[in-house]
C-alpha cells in the first residue's frame, strides 16, 4: 500500500539520495531549501515504512512550479509517479494556482500529457568547459538587493521576491548586476561542490545587458565550468551563449497547465530545474 505524506526535514536526505541515483546531483542543503520555501508543497511517496518516491513545488504568486518527480526505480510502473504528480496539483490548485509549469525529461512527457499538462517550449541547458584566461570585458557592479528584486519583478510580472531576496544574501559573492543608477541586469552564480557552477536568475532588460554581464561572469570564473538553463524562445540569450562558449546539453521541455503566462522575454537564465 502507498501513501503520500508532506516531506519534513527528516525525509530531505533521502530525497537527496534519490537525486544522486538519478544523476541530478543535488544534496540535502538543495531540498532543505526548497522544503523551506514550499513547506506544505513536497510530498513523499511510502510503500509500507519504506520512501520510495518524491515531489517538490514552489509557488509564486498565482504561479507555480513542479519538479524533482522521482520515483525509486524498483517500485516503477506502479502509478506512484502519477499519484505524487496528482496530489501535488490538488495542493496548488487548493491554493488557486491558475498556471503550474515544470521542466520535463523527455521520458516522462507522455505521463505529464496524460495528467493535462501542454508543451510550452524546449527548456534548454548549457555548460561552459573550464578554459584560461578570457578577453571578455569586465562590467560588474553590485545592486542593492531591494532594487534587484523590484527590477526582478518589474521584468518577470512574477513576484519571485523571496527566492530572489535569498539567493541575492546567500550567494553575495556571486551576485553581478550591470547599471549604475538604473539595473540593466543581474546574475546570481552559484557555486557547486565538485560540480559546474549554476548562473540562475540571470534578468537582463536586453540582449545588449546581458551580453555585458555575462562577460562579467565568465571573467570572474576562469577555470571553472559554468551551467545555466535558458528558454528556447530566447533565441538571441541561445546565440550569445553559443558565441561564449557554451555548449548544448540535454534539455528538457517545459510544459504547463491551467494558464498559460508568458514571462519569458527577459529570462536569460532559469532560476533552477526545480525553481523555475
Not at 496530489?87 to 505521463?111: C, F, H, N, T, W
Not at 546567500?170 to 540593466?184: A, H, I, P, S
Amino acid at each position: 500500500m502507498v501513501n503520500i505524506s508532506k516531506m519534513t526535514d527528516s525525509d530531505t536526505s533521502f530525497a537527496a539520495a534519490l537525486a544522486q541515483r538519478e544523476g541530478w546531483g543535488h544534496r540535502d542543503f538543495d531540498y532543505r531549501r526548497l522544503l523551506s520555501f514550499e513547506p506544505d508543497g513536497c510530498f513523499i511517496a511510502w510503500d509500507n515504512d519504506n520512501p520510495v518516491g518524491m515531489i517538490t513545488s514552489i509557488s509564486f504568486g498565482h504561479y507555480a512550479f513542479l519538479a524533482s518527480l522521482i520515483v525509486d526505480k524498483p517500485v516503477r510502473g506502479r502509478g506512484i509517479g502519477q499519484a505524487l504528480m496528482r496530489r501535488a496539483i490538488e495542493y496548488l490548485q487548493s491554493r488557486k494556482i491558475i498556471s503550474i509549469e515544470l521542466d520535463g525529461v523527455i521520458d516522462a512527457v507522455p505521463l505529464y500529457r496524460k495528467l493535462g499538462f501542454k508543451d510550452k517550449y524546449l527548456s534548454f541547458r548549457f555548460i561552459r568547459k573550464p578554459v584560461g584566461n578570457t578577453n571578455f570585458e569586465s562590467n560588474r557592479s553590485q545592486g542593492a538587493i531591494g532594487d534587484i528584486v523590484e527590477f526582478d519583478k518589474k521584468m518577470i510580472g512574477l513576484d519571485r521576491s523571496r527566492i530572489v531576496r535569498q539567493f541575492c544574501d546567500e550567494f553575495k559573492e556571486g551576485l553581478f548586476t550591470v547599471g549604475d543608477f538604473n539595473l540593466e541586469a543581474y546574475a546570481v552564480v552559484r557555486p557547486r561542490e565538485k560540480e559546474p557552477y549554476y548562473i540562475g536568475p540571470f534578468v537582463a532588460i536586453n540582449i545588449e545587458s546581458f551580453e555585458k554581464l555575462l562577460g562579467s561572469v565568465i571573467n570572474a570564473h576562469n577555470g571553472i565550468s559554468l551551467k545555466t538553463g535558458v528558454p528556447e524562445t530566447n533565441r538571441n540569450a541561445v546565440e550569445a551563449l553559443l558565441s561564449c562558449g557554451f555548449e548544448y546539453i540535454q534539455p528538457s521541455l517545459r510544459m504547463y497547465l491551467g494558464e498559460k503566462i508568458e514571462y519569458e522575454k527577459h529570462v536569460y537564465g532559469i532560476l533552477s530545474a526545480e525553481k523555475g
